[in-house]
């Protein structure tokens, strides 16, 4: 189990599924949303009030769920693996009302064919190590205005992975913790 780290919901323990999954550890998460606090402080914008967030690759949720905690009107979640998908829906119904949330059963890499109720504060990508699909879904993205003006989208990937940044994109922050680099995006 994991925990919320902050928030209207700190310290409410998560499920984690058993394989397959890689949850983002309570430091970095920490450290994630510190950094894009501090960048919405400095910019005079509000992170979460009626805005929301987008979780890619979902796995437990624990990225939008904290959105959530922290004051997010909604998040979004997008997870293929049905075992992984029965431990998210648990814990989005533990955490959030049902006006919170939405669930799609489906690849991440198809997020553009979804109608977004919010403006979009933050976009997490996490994927399995395994697999490098950022530069063909931060295209696809931001080709489908998903990637909004004051969008960062969050990319946490091991720290060997390299790829192009996508023209329209520049970088905000890098961190590497460990084996994991994350990189804040925001479009140009």
Same mark, same amino acid.
């Given at each position: 189990m994991i925990n919320i780290i902050g928030g209207k919901y700190k310290r409410a323990k998560l499920e984690v599924p058993i394989q397959n999954v890689r949850p983002t550890s309570a430091i970095k998460r920490e450290a994630i949303f510190s950094i894009l606090e501090s960048y919405a402080l400095k910019n005079s914008y509000n992170l979460y009030e009626d805005k929301c967030f987008i979780d890619l690759f979902a796995g437990?949720?624990? !990225?939008?769920?904290?959105?959530?905690?922290?004051?997010?009107?909604?998040?979004?979640?997008?997870?293929i693996d049905n075992e992984v998908l029965n431990t998210l829906t648990v814990n989005c119904k533990k955490i959030c009302k049902e006006n919170q949330f939405r669930i799609y059963q489906q690849d991440s890499t198809q997020a553009i064919d979804v109608n977004?109720?919010?403006p979009i504060s933050g976009i997490f990508i996490d994927p399995p190590y395994? !697999?490098?699909?950022?530069?063909?879904?931060?295209?696809?993205?931001?080709d489908n205005n998903i990637i909004q003006k004051n969008t960062?989208?969050?990319v946490e990937a091991n720290n060997k992975t390299?790829?192009?940044? =996508?023209?329209?994109?520049?970088?905000?922050?890098?961190? =590497?913790?460990?084996?994991?680099?994350i990189l804040f995006l925001k479009k140009n």
């Open positions: 437990s949720g624990s !990225l939008g769920l904290e959105a959530i905690s922290r004051g997010s009107a909604f998040s979004y979640f997008f997870e977004f109720d919010y395994k !697999l490098n699909p950022f530069n063909n879904l931060l295209k696809k993205l931001l960062i989208t969050i390299s790829f192009e940044l =996508v023209n329209g994109l520049s970088i905000l922050n890098e961190r =590497v913790y460990g084996k994991t680099k």
